[in-house]
């Protein structure tokens, strides 16, 4: 069975970076697509930022317009761990922050229900 555990999150002021981690157990994405969203409280979970990846190499990079220039997605595959660089956080990039996995897809997919695994999600709070 697939877990992804988040990390990293916390407290920051206006300004700061944050980097957060996923790690997977129970299976070895060497091949895959994997993303970040992000959910506050009444809204619907939005798309950050996504990887395509096989082997060593990464295939493919996605980042809505709000991640652009600041933030930036990375895996680890020695370490089957997912990245997520956040620099010059603003208030608005408060919320809840999930790491996703297709199933044994390839095929880059950029709305939550196409993907099969998460992660309990890991709080972000920028502070101005």
């Known amino acids: 069975q697939v877990q992804l555990v988040e990390s990293g999150g916390g407290l920051v002021q206006a300004g700061d970076s944050l980097r957060l981690s996923c790690a997977a157990s129970g299976r070895t994405f060497s091949t895959g697509v994997m993303a970040w969203f992000r959910q506050v409280p009444g809204k619907e979970r939005d798309l950050v930022a996504l990887i395509c990846w096989t082997g060593s190499d990464v295939l493919f990079r996605y980042y809505e317009e709000f991640a652009r220039g600041r933030f930036t997605v990375s895996r680890d595959n020695s370490k089957n761990t997912l990245f997520l660089q956040m620099n010059s956080l603003k208030p608005e990039d408060t919320a809840v922050y999930y790491c996703?996995?297709?199933?044994?897809?390839?095929?880059?997919?950029?709305?939550?229900?196409?993907?099969?695994?998460w992660g309990q999600g890991t709080q972000v709070t920028v502070s101005s």
């Open positions: 996703a996995a297709r199933d044994t897809e390839t095929i880059v997919k950029y709305r939550p229900e196409d993907y099969d695994f």
